[in-house]
């Protein structure tokens, strides 16, 4: 069965931080890596996304990950977080029927 | 563009009692989810419909939960009876198909915030 395990429930840094959130998953086959943002008061809306290619993919707002398939692992980072990075963040993995399996998230809170 | 539409946002019902949401996708979005976020927790998909027909309800407890989305455009989720640990947001997300590049990129609306007295 599918799942995704996210190490870090909160995380707590000061602006201007590098931020690096872990993200694992368990799939037999091809999937499709995701992550979601949800803003407080806001909808998630998707941050990244990986499918084929450069493991190494970019998305809004500075942020970044980096697909290490013979970890299973898909690490979102950013180099220098801002106070409007505050928001929890949730890893997705993606198989057949486009059916989306999330992990619990990790809350981050960034301090001026 | 306009996002998806879901209601009521916020519903404070007794056990036993049921409730029902309604959700409208994004225009010609084919696919369309329920997800139940329980505090703490992600998002579990509850069942996806593509267009009016369901492929996939293994995790909605069919004993209580229902959906439907008859004519492949909005759906509606109801819950009867309601039990204390139904309490959670349920939200509706839609994406346009099942193949091609935007596979997986779901847009989700605000929830529905269901509280279970």
């Known amino acids: 069965a599918q799942s995704v395990s996210q190490h870090n429930h909160h995380v707590i840094l000061s602006e201007a931080a590098s931020l690096e959130l872990g993200c694992n998953y368990s799939?037999?086959?091809?999937?499709?890596l995701f992550w979601y943002v949800q803003y407080p008061g806001q909808h998630l809306q998707l941050l990244l996304k990986?499918?084929?290619?450069?493991?190494l993919v970019k998305g809004i707002k500075g942020f970044e990950a980096e697909f290490i398939k013979s970890k299973f692992s898909f690490n979102l980072r950013k180099p220098s977080v801002q106070w409007s990075d505050t928001a929890e963040y949730f890893c997705?993995?993606?198989?057949?029927?486009?059916?989306?399996?999330f992990g619990a998230g990790t809350r981050l809170a960034v301090h001026p | 563009e306009a996002g998806v539409a879901q209601s009521p946002r916020y519903k404070i019902i007794e056990k036993r009692q049921s409730v029902a949401f309604w959700c409208n996708p994004i225009?010609?979005?084919?696919?369309l989810y329920w997800y139940q976020q329980i505090l703490g927790q992600g998002p579990k998909l509850l069942i996806q419909?593509?267009?009016?027909?369901?492929?996939?309800d293994s995790q909605l407890p069919k004993d209580r939960f229902s959906a439907e989305r008859l004519k492949g455009v909005d759906s509606t989720l109801k819950i009867q009876p309601a039990k204390l640990e139904d309490s959670a947001v349920y939200l509706c997300?839609?994406?346009?198909?099942?193949?091609?590049?935007?596979?997986?990129?779901?847009?989700f609306g605000e929830g529905s915030r269901l509280t279970v007295l």
């Open positions: 997300a839609s994406s346009l198909g099942t193949s091609g590049r935007n596979t997986g990129e779901l847009f």
């Open positions: 799939y037999g086959g091809t999937v499709n």
């Open positions: 990986y499918f084929s290619g450069d493991p």
């Open positions: 997705a993995v993606s198989g057949g029927y486009n059916k989306l399996i």
């Open positions: 225009s010609g979005h084919a696919t």
């Open positions: 419909f593509q267009n009016n027909g369901v492929v996939d």
